[in-house]
């Protein structure tokens, strides 16, 4: 069974940083590209970022360039985002999404989810 | 905002059908596949369609997919209360070389 399991969301000041995880079981983590999915309340879906299976490229929304870092692990199975510089509007559930193969848009198992409050 | 313009809400009752449209361009769905997720009440996104109208394992058949130049639509048969939820449709955008999502759709069960 596959699974994706988001961690290292909370409550952060405004200016803060954060490192969110993403644990990956039931599948070759290593064969597939993943990305980062955030959700703001009661918003709709927003992609964050993607980096490729063999860690070579990796992709930014503009709205987080520059201050956001996606990286993996594939020895650990595990995804991250470093997140720099937080702001109230990155407030939001990030949700870290297995890619289809060959296909940078068809995300096709997500996490639960994580909660990521930008507030003083 | 999103490039993928989606109706904001859409209703019938049980046993009937809704269409949910999916309005991009020829920079994205004129020219890319599709892929469609259902969003349940304070859940993650699920997985329904991809490739414009194929189903995942565990997707029943009342789920479809189809897809004409720049508009996508996901259609649901037998609608029922289990399937009140948020749908969002996406794509691949070549002008933004990123993924872009729909606006999404909530979908009531009269």
């Known amino acids: 069974e596959v699974q994706l399991l988001e961690s290292g969301g909370g409550l952060v000041q405004p200016g803060g940083s954060l490192r969110l995880s993403c644990a990956a079981s039931g599948f070759t983590f290593s064969t597939y590209a993943m990305s980062w999915v955030r959700q703001a309340p009661e918003k709709g879906l927003e992609w964050v970022s993607t980096i490729s299976s063999d860690v070579v490229s990796t992709y930014y929304a503009d709205s987080v360039k520059g201050r956001f870092t996606v990286s993996r692990d594939n020895s650990k199975n595990t995804l991250y985002l470093q997140m720099n510089s937080l702001t109230a509007e990155d407030t939001a559930v990030y949700y870290c999404?297995?890619?289809?193969?060959?296909?940078?848009?068809?995300?096709?198992?997500w996490g639960q989810g994580t909660l990521v409050t930008v507030s003083s | 905002q999103s490039v993928l313009t989606q109706p904001p809400s859409v209703s019938a009752a049980p046993g009937q059908k809704v269409t949910i449209s999916c309005s991009g361009s020829?920079?994205?769905?004129?020219?890319?596949?599709v892929s469609w997720y259902q969003q349940l009440p304070g859940a993650a996104p699920k997985f329904l369609i991809y490739?414009?109208?194929k189903r995942p394992s565990g997707i029943p058949d009342r789920f479809s997919g189809s897809k004409s130049g720049t508009s996508a639509t996901l259609g649901i048969t037998g609608l029922q209360t289990g399937d009140e939820a948020d749908y969002y449709c996406a794509t691949w955008d070549s002008s933004l070389s990123a993924p872009v999502f729909g606006t999404g759709t909530k979908v009531t069960v009269l």
């Open positions: 490739e414009n109208n």
């Open positions: 999404a297995w890619l289809r193969y060959g296909d940078y848009s068809c995300h096709q198992h």
């Open positions: 020829n920079s994205n769905v004129g020219i890319g596949y």
